[in-house]
């Protein structure tokens, strides 16, 4: 079975590696490349970004969709969205959700992951049936944790709450980097077992342990994966892509991508970053205090900006 790979570099990976600013003039250049790659789906808006283009960058967000609509007409383009709460910081009435996925399938937008951080469905289930209504593809999303209270069935009754709720697939986020390659493969495999879904898993690199789960996942069933470009790739953010096509290739998961294109893209990204090098996290290989602190990729170098802004940035730890 081949492996669909979501490039998640014009999205989580910039506001993994350095708090989400990277601007639609250094994506619009490379758009192009981008979309003669191959890929499953490239994740481009949601999170962070819609916030970070009005308080950082003086960007409209709808602009962005549209603009990078226009220059990847081929590959479907991906966002995420935070359920009840869109892409905000409070919960906003269904008919608000209902909306708001109308004017972004409108804009361009083509697969919401629609997650809620608490794992509760009905904060998942307006924004999941208002994106199915407009035709475009939603789904449903495991928020991965792990707890006492958080067991292997935890993840086979959300599943299947999800489903009845109505989506087109699933997404394990593993957004810390704390799923092990033995849980990926148990969750995967009994996931697969029960349920006709296609399933994919988003992984975070800090830990060290992404490269390994996304390949049990693999070896487990899971339909397809988030990576990122190799020159955005690693400490908070995921793993790169070009390792995984490589590993992949002459097997039956190979992903048909060209790595010579995508070395291509990486060299351009390789350039771009330099322009950002102020807003990098600090950390340099892997970081195992998340395997306790669970916190997020895509919050750290956030994080670590808002506390050099108020000078205190040794604070990071109690923190």
């Known amino acids: 079975m081949t492996i669909a790979i979501t490039d998640v570099v014009l999205r989580d990976a910039h506001q993994s590696l350095f708090a989400t600013r990277l601007r639609l003039d250094d994506m619009l250049?490379?758009?192009?490349?981008?979309?003669?790659?191959?890929?499953?789906?490239?994740?481009?808006?949601?999170?962070?970004?819609?916030?970070?283009?009005?308080?950082?960058?003086?960007?409209?967000?709808?602009v962005r969709l549209r603009e990078l609509k226009k220059a990847m007409p081929k590959t479907p383009l991906q966002m995420?969205?935070?359920?009840?709460?869109?892409?905000?910081?409070r919960h906003y009435a269904d008919d608000v959700v209902e909306r708001f996925v109308e004017r972004a399938v409108k804009n361009g937008m083509d697969v919401f992951r629609v997650f809620d951080a608490m794992n509760d469905p009905r904060n998942m289930k307006a924004a999941l049936s208002a994106v199915r209504s407009h035709g475009a593809?939603?789904?449903?999303?495991?928020?991965?944790?792990?707890?006492?209270?958080?067991?292997?069935?935890?993840?086979?009754?959300?599943?299947?709450q999800l489903l009845e709720t109505g989506v087109d697939s699933i997404a394990i986020k593993d957004m810390s980097g704390i799923l092990t390659p033995m849980a990926a493969y148990e969750l995967v495999s009994e996931i697969k077992k029960r349920f006709e879904v296609r399933l994919h898993l988003h992984c975070h690199a800090t830990t060290g342990m992404a490269e390994m789960t996304l390949l049990k996942a693999i070896e487990a069933g899971v339909d397809g994966v988030d990576t990122a470009i190799s020159s955005m790739?690693?400490?908070?953010?995921?793993?790169?892509?070009?390792?995984?096509?490589?590993?992949?290739?002459?097997?039956?998961?190979?992903?048909?991508?060209?790595?010579?294109?995508?070395?291509?893209?990486?060299?351009?990204?390789?350039?771009?970053?330099?322009?950002?090098?102020?807003?990098?996290?600090?950390?340099?290989?892997?970081?195992?205090?998340?395997?306790?602190?669970?916190?997020?990729?895509?919050?750290?170098?956030?994080?670590?900006?808002?506390?050099?802004?108020?000078?205190?940035?040794?604070?990071?730890?109690?923190?």
């Open 80 to 89: 995420l969205l935070r359920g009840q709460n869109l892409l905000g910081y």
């Open 137 to 160: 593809h939603a789904q449903g999303t495991l928020s991965y944790t792990t707890s006492p209270a958080h067991t292997l069935q935890t993840w086979l009754d959300l599943t299947e």
């Open 233 to 319: 790739s690693a400490t908070y953010g995921h793993p790169a892509t070009e390792a995984l096509v490589a590993t992949l290739a002459g097997t039956q998961h190979d992903t048909g991508l060209d790595i010579l294109k995508l070395e291509s893209i990486a060299a351009y990204f390789r350039e771009v970053r330099k322009k950002y090098h102020a807003f990098e996290g600090q950390l340099k290989g892997y970081d195992s205090r998340i395997l306790v602190a669970q916190v997020p990729g895509g919050m750290l170098t956030n994080l670590e900006g808002q506390l050099k802004q108020q000078n205190a940035a040794d604070k990071l730890d109690q923190v």
């Open 29 to 62: 250049p490379i758009a192009a490349q981008l979309d003669d790659v191959g890929y499953g789906s490239l994740e481009c808006w949601g999170g962070a970004t819609f916030d970070a283009c009005i308080r950082f960058l003086g960007e409209d967000p709808w």
